[in-house]
């Protein structure tokens, strides 16, 4: 009888993850370096936490049944659930109420961090994306809001964008709220989920989006989602109010006229700008970007949101009886690098290595030297790591886009000279080793 065969294991990612390459990460560092030092320049503290926090700590998508798997990751251990963060805002409020003695009032903290959403995928949106956060925690003093718009832009233009290219939209809590008292829609569930299809009108469009405001709605794939059950009348009164650009209040009115002083005017009011997420108390800010960019299809499509918040007065009080108020805006990462690829051509040099080849092993202790002195010079070098003859080796080197070889055989040995080859060019200079790097720089 054969032997069951064993199942190999998948080669292919989830849903929703993807393995990200050296251009982009290389792009992604150059964001990150740009918004530590807007960060530093405007008084804020580095501050990270954990991955993981108590699934009742950071609350929100939590279903009302036994596994809380309905947008976060979860698992029980010692008979508590514990999750994956799905942003960096909710563990912040359990940092605040934990350390609110020690820390300063107002607190001014960023953070960059992963972030997890147990959500179905689709393009450009996936289960796990980097994020960074900028919050003032422990002030009502909408200084803070405005100043969290400008140091935005400051970074979106540090890293290349125009002001062309991008626009804060601003909005506030506090129009929804007094949609809802006019509509006399008063349980929580319906509120949510009123609020979550609003907040996908921009990626849907109103038509769709009224599905979710209604009796729910099912997408191409054939997936249901349940709606906010509202009427027809309430949903009119809806679209009514999102099409009235008057429908500002006056923690908006008073952002604008603190906008004015930083002589800030890359912002539009649009009422239309909700925020899914159910904390917020106030002012809500969301940062789009204005050019298209090319999807996965190859067809050209507005980019969109890269990201935004606003303030939540409310969520550090959670945790006991302390009143904490609080505003924070943040940016997707990996979404911003992506738009940022398309539009700016970055110049950025791979630093490969020069690859010394080996001739013979029993000569290891030459090219050992030879490393040496090239790391010494703070020159990209190796010996060649792997095992084969010359023509290997030079395969390798040219997989790995390395700009130049080494060779260092019996020949170099006796003449005591080290030929250094081109890989752009293809020339060979016969180089004495004391002249070795000064030649390097001199081609690289």
Do not use: H
């Not at 054969?2 to 080669?11: E, I, L, T």
């Not at 976060?72 to 609110?100: G, I, M, Q």
């Amino acid at each position: 009888m054969a032997k069951d065969k064993k199942k190999k294991p998948s080669k292919e990612l989830p849903l929703g993850f993807v393995d990200r390459q050296e251009k982009e990460l290389l792009i992604r560092d150059f964001v990150i370096s740009n918004i530590k030092e807007v960060m530093i320049k405007y008084g804020f503290q580095y501050l990270e936490t954990p991955s993981f926090e108590y699934t009742d700590s950071i609350g929100k998508f939590l279903p009302d049944k036994d596994r809380p798997d309905q947008g976060v990751f979860s698992f029980k251990d010692e008979n508590k659930w514990l999750s994956l963060r799905y942003d960096l805002t909710a563990p912040l409020a359990r940092y605040v109420a934990k350390n609110y003695l020690e820390i300063p009032k107002p607190f001014k903290r960023y953070q960059l961090g992963s972030v997890w959403r147990n959500e179905k995928p689709g393009p450009g949106r996936f289960r796990e994306f980097l994020q960074f956060d900028a919050d003032y925690v422990g002030t009502k003093n909408l200084q803070a809001d405005a100043e969290l718009c400008v140091l935005i832009s400051e970074i979106l233009e540090k890293c290349g964008l125009d002001k062309t290219d991008y626009t804060v939209k601003i909005s506030s809590r506090k129009f929804t709220d007094k949609l809802f008292k006019e509509l006399n829609v008063t349980s929580q569930d319906q509120i949510s989920i009123t609020l979550r299809a609003l907040d996908k009108i921009d990626r849907l469009g109103w038509e769709e989006a009224k599905k979710l405001l209604g009796e729910g709605r099912k997408d191409n794939s054939g997936d249901y989602t349940k709606g906010a059950k509202l009427k027809e009348e309430q949903i009119k009164k809806i679209e009514d109010a999102l099409k009235n650009k008057l429908a500002n209040s006056e923690d908006v009115i008073e952002i604008i006229k603190i906008f004015k002083t930083y002589n800030f005017e890359n912002y539009k009011f649009d009422p239309s700008v909700i925020r899914g997420l159910e904390y917020y108390t106030g002012p809500i800010f969301e940062v789009n970007l204005n050019f298209e960019v090319r999807n996965s299809k190859g067809k050209n499509i507005q980019f969109g949101s890269i990201g935004g918040g606003g303030r939540y007065d409310n969520l550090v009080s959670n945790f006991g009886n302390l009143d904490c108020p609080a505003t924070g805006i943040s940016i997707g990462i990996d979404r911003l690098v992506f738009a940022l690829m398309q539009k700016k051509d970055f110049k950025i040099k791979n630093k490969r290595p020069i690859v010394i080849c080996v001739f013979d092993k029993d000569k290891i202790k030459e090219y050992v030297q030879i490393l040496t002195t090239l790391r010494a010079s703070n020159i990209s070098s190796e010996i060649y790591p792997g095992e084969g003859k010359l023509k290997k080796q030079m395969e390798y080197a040219n997989k790995i886009g390395s700009p130049a070889v080494i060779l260092y055989g019996e020949d170099e040995i006796k003449s005591g000279k080290i030929t250094l080859r081109n890989l752009v060019t293809g020339n060979e200079n016969s180089v004495k080793i004391n002249d070795l790097t000064n030649e390097i720089k001199k081609i690289f």
